[in-house]
T-cell receptor
Framework: GEDVEQSLFLSVREGDSSVINCTYT??????LYWYKQEPGAGLQLLTYIFSNMDMKQDQRLTVLLNKKDKHLSLRIADTQTGDSAIYFCAESMHGGSQGNLIFGKGTKLSVKP | NAGVTQTPKFRILKIGQSMTLQCAQD?????MYWYRQDPGMGLKLIYY???????DKGEVPNGYNVSRSTTEDFPLRLELAAPSQTSVYFCASSHRDREPPNYGYTFGSGTRLTVV
């Protein structure tokens, strides 16, 4: 079956790095995504990684993918108070009949000044 | 601005009442989705649609109905509201390819529904 697991909470100090981890079960997933949800808002796509990549960097964001262990992580460098939000990991399957993403429960990141 | 528009933003319903949550997108996306979000439970798929006239059940469809008469609109209907339907509801849409460069979903800002 399909399942995406994340820890529910992470607390860091401003300026430190944050690492949010995710595990998934479907080895046929083609793309894996990170979404950010700020309080009272919908989800916004942060970044994605294709399953044949190991790493993707986009400014302060680094995504690491370990296909063997089905482990995905999102590293936020120099974390700011504005990064406080819930971060969702999601996987999709190429050509999946349902066409929907499978989301984790979300990790709430709290950044302390 | 292009995107997904949900109305209303907030609503309080009494048990047994009915209502329709509206969702519209102007990006010509084929796929549309309804999710509910409960604290600590992530997002659960209620219904989805791959195009006008086609809808299908997601993980938690009981108590809800949908229709997709146009590409743009995907309303969610609650017929007999129950306290268990108290939640935040998100509509989303995506391109048919669902892959980069047409990647990911575009979400609406949500409807917070309370059933008392």
């Amino acid at each position: 079956g399909e399942d995406v697991e994340q820890s529910l909470f992470l607390s860091v100090r401003e300026g430190d790095s944050s690492v949010i981890n995710c595990t998934y079960t479907d080895s046929s997933s083609t793309y894996l995504y990170w979404y950010k949800q700020e309080p009272g808002a919908g989800l916004q796509l942060l970044t994605y990684i294709f399953s044949n990549m190991d790493m993707k960097q986009d400014q302060r964001l680094t995504v690491l993918l370990n296909k063997k262990d089905k482990h995905l992580s999102l590293r936020i460098a120099d974390t700011q108070t504005g990064d406080s939000a819930i971060y969702f990991c999601a996987e999709s399957m190429h050509g999946g009949s349902q066409g929907n993403l499978i989301f984790g429960k979300g990790t709430k990141l709290s950044v302390k000044p | 601005n292009a995107g997904v528009t949900q109305t209303p933003k907030f609503r309080i319903l009494k048990i047994g009442q009915s209502m329709t949550l509206q969702c519209a997108q102007d990006m010509n996306h084929n796929y549309m989705y309804w999710y509910r979000q409960d604290p600590g439970m992530g997002l659960k798929l209620i219904y989805y649609s791959v195009g006008a006239g086609i809808t299908d059940k997601g993980e938690v469809p009981n108590g809800y109905n949908v229709s997709r008469s146009t590409t743009e609109d995907f309303p969610l209907r609650l017929e007999l509201a129950a306290p268990s339907q108290t939640s935040v509801y998100f509509c989303a849409s995506s391109h048919r390819d669902r892959e980069p460069p047409n990647y990911g979903y575009t979400f609406g800002s949500g409807t917070r529904l309370t059933v008392v």
